[in-house]
């Protein structure tokens, strides 16, 4: 299962990952909130956390994961991943050179660093309205 969580800017997509995360959790969740928020924003930034029952992904989520990033891979201002999964740890560690913006994996103890961090970065950007105001 995957949650949205909404305690972020507007700019922030923030999301916990609890039990058994299927396809169908990133095309009810997370797929919309992407759209969303990319109408509104030229860079988005992401908060991704694993919860303490988080079990593991369906092969058809993993696919969903990584199509929803390479889509829309030069939007991705700033990824916080926080997580005590080694794999998941791993796995961004090596993918986060193709990432064009910053890249973080946090560990659970330090999620309010991550947070604290996603923000601090996100705050102050314009929405795509405001910048073709600002430009025309």
């Not at 992904?57 to 994961?65: F, L, R, V």
């Not at 309010?112 to 025309?136: D, F, N, V, Y």
Request: proline share 4%.
């Amino acid at each position: 299962m995957i949650e949205q969580l909404n305690s972020f800017p507007d700019n922030v997509l923030a999301f916990v990952c609890k039990g058994h995360v299927t396809k169908g959790d990133y095309d009810a969740v997370v797929v919309p909130a992407v759209i969303n928020v990319l109408k509104r924003q030229d860079k988005i930034r992401l908060y991704y956390e694993t919860a303490a029952d988080f079990a593991g992904y369906d092969p058809g989520a993993i696919w969903e994961d990584f199509k929803v990033g390479m889509e829309h891979l030069t939007r991705w201002e700033r990824v916080a991943v926080v997580t005590d999964v080694e794999w998941i740890k791993q796995t961004m560690r090596f993918f986060s050179f193709l990432m064009p913006g910053a890249t973080r994996v946090f560990p659970t103890s330090e999620a309010a660093q991550a947070r604290a961090w996603i923000i601090a970065a996100g705050r102050g950007s314009k929405t795509r309205k405001q910048r073709r105001l600002q430009c025309g």
